[in-house]
């Protein structure tokens, strides 16, 4: 099975692209997804968080990690070795199931031991005020909160950089659909 490592920035176009791919057979499995399933079902994890943080109130808690470095690495120190676990048994449930090709979107894979698992690395790109304009019509974001966001994460030219391939994400969606099914062609090929 081929694995694709799907990242970019928030608000950059991850979850469009996913789909694109799911349009064409690739499985994905989405690390935000995974996430909140931990956040919800391991009580392990949520009475962590709990301790930590007072609550485990997905905004509540999203308004204090995203003020706080520190606490984002808290959150982050609690979740990810859960994150990353759950997500290399989908993809080996996926394996064993037969799927040729599958996608794992993580917004931090460049910097996750889950990097090692992809095959290739695919990161969608967008101008800022796409991305911030797209926050604020997906997600209610001002844009000091986008910001703030955006600030907590690796910049796109380190992504970028990291990438076997990069898709424009601010492009017209035609145009981004025409270079997710080339960059897929050419991965089937390999």
Known sequence: MKVIGLTG?????????????????????????????????????????????????????????????????????????????????????????GVEVAAVEVIKLIESPL?????EIWVVRCDEADAIRRLAESRGMDEETARRRMASQSS????????????DGSAPIEETRRQVESALAALLER
């Open 9 to 97: 920035n928030i608000g950059c176009g991850k979850s469009t692209v996913a789909r694109m791919l799911r349009q064409h057979g690739v499985a994905t499995v989405d690390a935000d997804t995974v996430a909140r399933e931990i956040r919800h079902n391991d009580a392990d994890a949520r009475a962590e968080i709990v301790e930590r943080f007072g609550t485990y109130q997905a905004d509540e808690l999203s308004r204090i990690v995203f003020a706080d470095p520190a606490a984002l690495r808290d959150l982050e120190r609690i979740l990810h070795p859960r994150i990353r676990g759950e997500v290399r048994t989908r993809l080996a449930e996926l394996r064993q199931g």
């Open 115 to 119: 990097a090692d698992a992809c095959d």
């Open 156 to 167: 796109q030219e380190e992504k970028i950089a990291a990438a076997d391939v990069v898709i």
